[in-house]
C-alpha cells in the first residue's frame, strides 16, 4: 500500500494532528501581536469580539470545505480543484497552495527564532539570570534579527519538520501525539502564573475593555479575519491533506466545528499571559507609566510588535527565580512544539503535492525544504522584509477563502451538502442550511466587503505620507507592492495552467480517469464491516466493458439512498443515478456528477 492511501490510526491521531496544524506560533506570537496593534485607547475587546465572530462565518466554514474535499478527492488543494471545477481552473489551487508556501517559507523563520530562544534561555539559566529589564531583554532580541542566526536555525527548523513527514502520515501522526498534548499543558501552566502576578489583572482588563470607536477602523475587521484565518489555518489548504487520511467514519463536520474553538481559546489564553505579563512588569517597574504608554509600549516592541512574546515572557519569568527558569525554558519548549507541529504541516502539504506531480515523497521532501529555506532566507535576514511578507500573504488569505467558495458553488449546493457530506459521512453531524448559506453567501460578500474597504481605508490613511510609504509607491507594506505580487503570481499560474491545459502531463490524465478507483475508500469499507461489490466483481470471466457501457448496463441500479451499504457501493466504483435521473460513475471517492465534468467520460 502506498503511502497516500494509509489513513489515520486513530481519532486523537487526528485531533493533535489538526489542532498541530492550526495550533503553532500564529497563536502564541501572532495573535498577541495583532492583538496589540488593533487596541484602542480603551482596550481591545472591540477586536475580540470581531476575530470571534469571523470564527463563525468564515473559519470554520472554511475549514470544513477543506476537511470536505480533502476527504472525498483524496488529493491535495490543485488536483482537487482539477477534480471539482475542471481543467481550466487548475490556477485557482495553484492560487492556495502558492499563498501557503510563501507564509510557511517565512514561517519556519519564527519557528527559527523559537529555537533559538529555547538555546539561548537554558544557557541564561545556566550561566548567568534571565532579563529583568524591557532593555535587557529587547537587547537579546535585537541581537538575534541583527545576526546571521536567524538563517541558520532557519534552516534547523525545515530539517526538523521535513525528518518528520517523510517517514509519512505514519511518522507525522506520532510526532503530533507527543507535541501537542504538551504543548496545551505547557501553555496552561504559563497562563496560570501570568494572571497570579501582581498587577496582572490590569492587563486583562484593558484586553477585555470595549472602545467602540474602534468599530469604524477599516483595518481592525481585516486584520481581525486574516487573523483568525491565520490562526485556524482557514483557507490556507494545509487540512486538505491531512483530510485525504480520513475515512467515512471521521466527522468532518464535528472537526471543523470544534477543533477550530480549541484553537481559539488557546489563542486567548495567549493573549491574556502576554497581556498580563506586560502590564504586571510595567506596573511594577514604573508606577507612573499610564496605561496609554503601555499600550504604546506594547505596539513598538519590535517592528509591527514582532518582537511582543520574546521580550517580555523572559522578563515575566526573570522574576520567579529559580522556578521562573524553568517554566521560561517549558514555555519556548512549547512554542517550539507548536512551530514545529505548524511547519510540519506546510511541509507535508508541499510534498504530498509535489508527490502528486508524479515525485516519490523522499524526493519530494527534500525539494520542499530546500524551496522553502531558500525564499524563507530573505525574511530570516531581514525583519523588515519578514514583515512584508506576512502583509502580503496574511491579506491573500480573503482571495484564497474565495477560491474555496468558488469550488462550491461550482460543485453544487445539493452535491456538496449532501453527496460529498451527508450521505458520504457516518456518525457525523448533519452539514446545515445555514451553513451552507454562510460559505456561498454570507463568505463571498464578507471577503469582498472587506478587501474594497481595506483597499479604501489603505488609500485614505497613507496617500499623504512619506515617498516610499504611499499606497501607488512600491515599499514594504504599501498596496502598489501587494497587489503586483499577487496578480504576478496569477498570471504565473494561468500561464502554467495553459501549458498544462494543452500538453496534459501524466498527472493531469490520471487525476480525470474515471474509473480510478481508491484503495482509501476501499479499506474504509473494509474498517466499517461491510462488503461491496463492483461491476468487475459482478462481470463473468473475461467480460469487460468500458465505463460508459458499465453505466448503461447498470441504469436500474438507484443507490440514491443515505444507508452506509449503499455508500460504500458508490466509493467502490459502483454505478448510481444523480438528482436529474441521468446515470453516473463513481470512483475512488469522486463521482463524474457533472462538477467533476460530463467531459472526463467522454474522453474515457
Known amino acids: 500500500m502506498s503511502e497516500e492511501k494509509k489513513e489515520f490510526s486513530s481519532t486523537l491521531g487526528i485531533v493533535f494532528s489538526c489542532m498541530g496544524t492550526v495550533v503553532g506560533t500564529g497563536n502564541v506570537w501572532r495573535f498577541p501581536r495583532i492583538a496589540a496593534q488593533n487596541s484602542a485607547s480603551q482596550g481591545t475587546l472591540i477586536f475580540l469580539i470581531t476575530w470571534m465572530l469571523f470564527l463563525f462565518i468564515w473559519s470554520s466554514p472554511m475549514l ?216 504586571s512588569t510595567l506596573v511594577n517597574s514604573n508606577p507612573s507609566l499610564s496605561r496609554t504608554g503601555i499600550v504604546e509600549i506594547i505596539k513598538t516592541t519590535g517592528p509591527a510588535s514582532t518582537g511582543l512574546t520574546f521580550v517580555w515572557i523572559p522578563i ?127 463568505a463571498p460578500i464578507e471577503a469582498i466587503a472587506l478587501l474594497i474597504w481595506w483597499i479604501y481605508d489603505e488609500i485614505s490613511a497613507t496617500a499623504d505620507n512619506d515617498p516610499g510609504s504611499r499606497w501607488y509607491d512600491f515599499g514594504l507594506e504599501t498596496l502598489m507592492t501587494c497587489f503586483v505580487t499577487w496578480i504576478a503570481l496569477i498570471i504565473l499560474l494561468v500561464i502554467c495552467n495553459v501549458i498544462a491545459y494543452h500538453i496534459r502531463p501524466s498527472w493531469m490524465r490520471q487525476s480525470n480517469r474515471v474509473g480510478d478507483v481508491s484503495s482509501t475508500v476501499d479499506a474504509e469499507a473494509g474498517d466499517i464491516g461491510m462488503k461491496s461489490m463492483s461491476l468487475d466483481e459482478k462481470r463473468t470471466p473475461g467480460d469487460e466493458a468500458s465505463p460508459i457501457e458499465a453505466t448503461e448496463e447498470g441504469s436500474n441500479v438507484d443507490n440514491s439512498g443515505s444507508d452506509p451499504e449503499t455508500r460504500d457501493q458508490e466509493d467502490n466504483g459502483s454505478v448510481t443515478k444523480r438528482s436529474d435521473g441521468q446515470n453516473f460513475v463513481i470512483g475512488g471517492g469522486q463521482s463524474n456528477s457533472g462538477f467533476i465534468g460530463e467531459e472526463s467520460v467522454a474522453q474515457s
Open 64 to 279: 470544513l470545505i477543506e476537511y470536505v474535499i480533502g476527504r472525498y478527492y483524496k488529493k491535495t488543494p490543485i488536483q482537487s480543484f482539477q477534480r471539482a471545477m475542471g481543467d481550466k481552473f487548475i490556477w485557482c489551487g495553484g492560487w492556495v497552495s502558492s499563498v501557503t508556501f510563501f507564509i510557511s517559507c517565512y514561517y519556519a523563520v519564527i519557528l527559527g527564532w523559537c529555537l533559538y530562544y529555547l538555546y539561548e534561555m537554558i544557557r541564561l539559566c545556566i550561566v548567568s539570570e534571565l532579563p529583568q529589564t524591557e532593555e535587557e531583554s529587547a537587547l537579546i532580541f535585537d541581537n538575534l534579527t541583527n545576526s546571521a542566526w536567524p538563517a541558520l536555525f532557519h534552516g534547523l527548523a525545515i530539517f526538523l519538520a521535513g525528518a518528520c513527514v517523510i517517514g509519512g502520515i505514519t511518522w507525522i501522526e506520532k510526532v503530533n501525539l507527543v507535541l501537542v498534548p504538551t504543548l496545551l499543558v505547557i501553555i496552561v501552566v504559563t497562563y496560570t502564573w501570568s494572571v497570579l502576578q501582581p498587577f496582572g489583572d490590569y492587563g486583562i482588563r484593558f484586553l477585555f475593555t470595549p472602545d467602540v470607536e474602534s468599530l469604524s477602523n477599516a483595518k481592525l475587521w481585516v486584520d481581525a479575519l486574516t487573523q483568525n484565518a491565520f490562526d485556524t489555518g482557514a483557507a490556507m489548504g494545509l487540512i486538505v491533506p491531512y483530510a485525504t487520511y480520513m475515512s467515512a467514519k471521521n466527522g468532518v463536520v464535528k472537526f471543523a466545528t470544534m477543533i477550530p474553538l480549541m484553537n481559539n481559546l488557546v489563542s486567548l489564553i495567549c493573549a491574556i499571559t502576554i497581556f498580563g505579563t506586560v502590564f
Open 316 to 442: 515575566l519569568f526573570g522574576s520567579l527565580g529559580v522556578v521562573g527558569k524553568l517554566l521560561c525554558i517549558m514555555f519556548f519548549l512549547c512554542l517550539c512544539f507548536a512551530g514545529l507541529s505548524t511547519v510540519i504541516a506546510d511541509v507535508e502539504h508541499t510534498s504530498q503535492t509535489l508527490c502528486n506531480f508524479g515525485l516519490s515523497r523522499r524526493l519530494a521532501t527534500p525539494v520542499c525544504g530546500l524551496l522553502m529555506f531558500s525564499i524563507g532566507l530573505p525574511s530570516a535576514l531581514s525583519i523588515q522584509v519578514l514583515d512584508n511578507q506576512d502583509f502580503i500573504w496574511g491579506f491573500a488569505l480573503l482571495p484564497s477563502g474565495l477560491m474555496f467558495q468558488a469550488l462550491v458553488f461550482k460543485v453544487g449546493w445539493n452535491t456538496f451538502k449532501e453527496d460529498m457530506v451527508n450521505k458520504y459521512g457516518i456518525g457525523d453531524w448533519p452539514l446545515t442550511n445555514v451553513t451552507m448559506v454562510i460559505i456561498l453567501i454570507v
